[in-house]
């Protein structure tokens, strides 16, 4: 296939399904499993981390690609959404996939679809199951050492539970994609939970108590030894002018010094995760273990995670959509000595716009609603015209265009202020590549 066939291809895969979800997902997991079994099992020559959660398990793979890649090992990364294009889910040794080469992925797997689509004709594999294949096979072809997989939706009916991790991590747990994991942090916690293997070890972050509850349990079921932060391994920041003074202290290891660049403190928890996942994988050496992480930590890189584009006036880029990751974004913009908080918003449908704008809203002197996905995001028009019923006051401005969105909010704002833009991936994806 050409890159253009392939991607028409996969986006053809991605259409709305009007199905409810746990049908579809009832198939999600035997499907990556045969297509993985069709193109010879190359998840087999494999070591896999594995992460989920609710929020922060992609800036948790990147922090585990920049580790992994610093003590010299060759790293596949699977993550998603994409910012802007779809070869941007699988990486190799830090670089996203030319098109040509995510075109031979697809090629290599598609007669494995179709023939599982024929044996399987009420319910084809989507794109997220196919994607997922042609990631593991395309690692497998390139001989990394290690696979980073982050999970999609969930864990345990993933298309991505079909490996068989050498470490899960499991991020956080709050409510959310409760049509289809469950409306309690229990249920929700239970579904990540899927993602543990019999015997091999998982890293977890800070877990509300009914959810950790939940996922003790299923470890124990497993023989599943944990490693949890703030309990296991502790971490504790300095902020400066460049970032965050990290210290970290691993089970069994004198305390790591490293910076962060980002001024985003929850960042440094999915930082500490990640360190954590390496050191209980056994892929680094201890001799090592202090230098990658130290080494991997200063340079990594998180588009769109916290992203600061300028200062003075300061731009910051997150493609926060949940009310804790919205939280988060407002502790990080508090902290600037910006005079004004001004925002530039596009908000998926079906997300809880209120809790991500009750996070952000409060004190903003000015809103750009705009539409980052046409079809996937909120309208410009109807974004703005619930906000204004929503907060009375706050001046604001719908543009639909979301580059000519940016480029006007942008124009607006004072030196001393701060302009986010945020409330979606695509949006942050956008005013990345601006």
């Known amino acids: 296939m050409t890159p253009d066939t392939a991607l028409a291809w996969l986006e053809s895969l991605a259409r709305p399904d009007p199905r409810p979800w746990a049908e579809r997902a009832a198939h999600t997991r035997a499907h990556a499993a045969a297509l993985l079994a069709a193109l010879g099992h190359p998840e087999y020559r494999l070591a896999v981390i594995h992460v989920t959660g609710s929020k922060g398990k992609g800036s948790t793979a990147l922090y585990l690609e920049a580790i992994l890649r610093a003590a010299g090992l060759r790293v596949g990364t699977f993550t998603s959404p994409h910012l802007r294009r779809w070869a941007e889910r699988i990486r190799i040794d830090g670089a996203p996939l030319a098109d040509a080469a995510l075109a031979e992925c697809l090629g290599a797997v598609r007669p494995a679809v179709e023939a599982r689509a024929e044996a399987c004709p009420a319910h084809p594999p989507r794109f997220f199951e196919v994607l997922t294949a042609a990631a593991i096979a395309c690692f497998a072809r390139e001989a990394v050492d290690v696979a980073v997989v982050e999970a999609g939706l969930g864990g345990r009916r993933d298309a991505t539970a079909a490996l068989s991790a050498a470490v899960a991590v499991l991020t956080s747990v709050e409510l959310e994609h409760t049509a289809e994991l469950g409306d309690t942090l229990a249920a929700i916690a239970g579904e990540k939970a899927g993602i543990f293997a019999a015997g091999r070890p998982a890293v977890l972050g800070r877990l509300p108590a009914q959810a950790r509850a939940v996922v003790e349990a299923e470890a124990a079921r497993l023989g599943v030894p944990l490693a949890r932060l703030g309990e296991d391994f502790t971490l504790a920041t300095t902020a400066d002018d460049a970032g965050l003074a990290v210290a970290l202290h691993l089970p069994g290891e004198p305390v790591i010094t490293a910076h962060l660049p980002t001024l985003a403190g929850h960042l440094a928890d999915n930082a500490a995760l990640a360190a954590a996942a390496v ?27 916290c992203e600061l584009v300028s200062i003075r006036p300061w731009v910051v880029v ?16 508090a902290r600037l000595a910006a005079h004004e908080r001004h925002l530039l918003l596009s908000l998926s449908a079906g997300k809880d716009w209120q809790a991500v704008c009750d996070a ?14 046409a079809g996937r995001s909120l309208p410009a028009a109807e974004l703005a015209a619930r906000l204004a ?4 006051g706050v001046p604001l401005v719908a543009i639909e265009d979301p580059a000519a969105a940016y480029a006007a909010a942008r124009a607006a704002l004072p030196h001393d202020a701060v302009l986010a833009v945020t409330g979606s991936v695509y949006m942050a994806g956008i005013a990345s590549a601006l």
């Open 279 to 305: 050191a209980a994988s056994g892929l680094v050496p201890a001799s090592n273990l202090p230098a990658a992480i130290a080494a991997g930590l200063a340079g990594a890189r998180l588009p769109g995670r």
């Open 360 to 373: 952000l809203m409060p004190g903003a002197a000015r809103v750009t609603a705009t539409c980052a996905a």
């Open 389 to 392: 019923e929503r907060y009375p």
């Open 318 to 333: 997150d493609g926060a959509h949940t009310a804790a990751s919205a939280r988060a974004l407002a502790a990080l913009l």
